[in-house]
């Protein structure tokens, strides 16, 4: 898609070797999801009890993935690059201007995958927990990467006993209620940020866009703020006017600005903003009651095991396809349908294919570090904003050259202290 941020779900805290938080790519861990959690090994568990540092292996596999790290991240900006290229190339270039439908086509790969690695791997379920599982209420200041261990409780579920089969099974089953509640708003959420991102490509430049996407930060921290979701500090606020500032100077240097295309990008980046936020409210489990409180209803057995990045898609793509269908029989109709023909079928499989490779790089990065992956999407922008003013012809202004730098050295100053 050309908006990566829709799929990449969330940001996940860096894996430690002390072992408090143990991060595997099958099943990567997160800081904004407060229920998203996986199940630690028995063996780092009875060291953790102990006292003991975490095993030889642990101590391995952190060093092996500091080692890929470099290549993860090349791999990352390289498919992120080609899918921003590869969709303005359809929209623009190929004349195919459903950028509704371009977004349905990959939401439907998205489900298709989702439901195929589910199936056939331990991706999204993740492997069968040596031992029983409970949730725990959990922040933002919490560990989010283990689930609370009771061997001898007896209101434990017993996973360990489940078959594979049964483990998968159980790992996303959720109610109706659930999905209408937590799903579904962020879904709708999730295909309207897709859709107008798409869209602005028929009017804005490559590069202008990627100047625009600089202010997300900014819009995430203000509905943080607005939800109460995020405590108010005056570095914050000081950190949100620098780049507000390099935005604002480099939109107001653009020289072929389009107000439509303006508007569509920042509602998409508002858009977005919110559902990031309502994602942190609606997947937070309810705090434990006071004396004399009910005690909440249990969690839907998908989130009490856990959430991650993979899974998330395996519940928003579809959901967010079921919303996109509508739109596309109301905005664009069987003209749009009758157009997909024309891409041809290795366009639209090479297309959807590189948008899922680009969602698996993006969950093995950002398992294994958050500001690796943070300092990487800041890299990449400035060569999505640099590299279409060399080879694609747009032209950006001195004007907006100052102002992007502002912007982006806002961003690194965001990504380190906020």
Request: proline letters at 6%; one cysteine or more.
């Amino acid at each position: 898609m050309a908006s990566q941020q829709a799929l990449t779900l969330y940001d996940t805290p860096r894996a430690s070797i002390d072992g408090k938080r143990q991060s595997d790519a099958r099943w990567p861990s997160t800081s904004h999801s407060p229920s998203m959690s996986r199940q630690p090994s028995s063996a780092n568990l009875e060291h953790k009890r102990a006292g003991q540092a975490p095993t030889r292996h642990a101590a391995t596999s952190w060093t092996a993935h500091r080692r890929a790290t470099p290549l993860l991240v090349l791999g990352w900006i390289g498919l992120s690059s080609a899918v921003i290229l590869n969709n303005r190339h359809i929209l623009i270039d190929r004349s195919f201007d459903y950028p509704i439908t371009l977004t349905t086509i990959h939401l439907v790969f998205q489900t298709v995958a989702t439901q195929v690695l589910h199936r056939f791997t331990e991706l999204i379920s993740g492997p069968v927990p040596d031992q029983s599982y409970r949730p725990l209420p959990s922040s933002d200041s919490t560990e989010l990467a283990e689930l609370a261990i009771k061997e001898e409780d007896a209101e434990g579920v017993s996973a360990s006993t489940m078959s594979p089969e049964e483990w998968k099974r159980r790992s996303v089953e959720m109610d109706l209620q659930t999905w209408v509640r937590r799903i579904l708003p962020v879904a709708i959420l999730f295909s309207l940020s897709l859709v107008l991102s798409n869209w602005a490509y028929l009017y804005c430049s490559v590069a202008f866009i990627h100047i625009l996407k600089s202010f997300a930060p900014v819009a995430i921290l203000l509905a943080a703020f607005a939800f109460r979701t995020k405590t108010f500090s005056f570095l914050l606020l000081g950190i949100v006017a620098v780049i507000s500032f390099g935005v604002g100077m480099a939109s107001y240097g653009q020289v072929d600005f389009a107000r439509i295309g303006f508007t569509i990008q920042m509602t998409a980046i508002a858009i977005e903003a919110t559902r990031v936020t309502l994602i942190q409210i609606l997947l937070t489990p309810p705090a434990a009651p006071q004396p004399g409180e009910p005690a909440p209803a249990p969690l839907a057995p998908a989130l009490a095991t856990g959430m991650s990045p993979l899974k998330s898609l395996y519940f928003f793509a579809p959901a967010g396809l079921a919303v996109n269908l509508v739109f596309l029989v109301a905005v664009e109709g069987m003209p749009a349908v009758r157009a997909i023909p024309q891409l041809g079928l290795l366009t639209i499989l090479g297309n959807a294919s590189l948008t899922f490779a680009l969602n698996l790089s993006s969950i093995m990065l950002i398992g294994i570090s958050a500001m690796v992956m943070g300092l990487a999407k800041i890299f990449k922008d400035v060569l999505m904003v640099v590299l279409p003013v060399f080879f694609l012809g747009e032209n950006l202004s001195g004007l907006q050259y100052v102002g992007y730098s502002i912007a982006t050295a806002g961003l690194v100053a965001y990504k380190f202290y906020g």
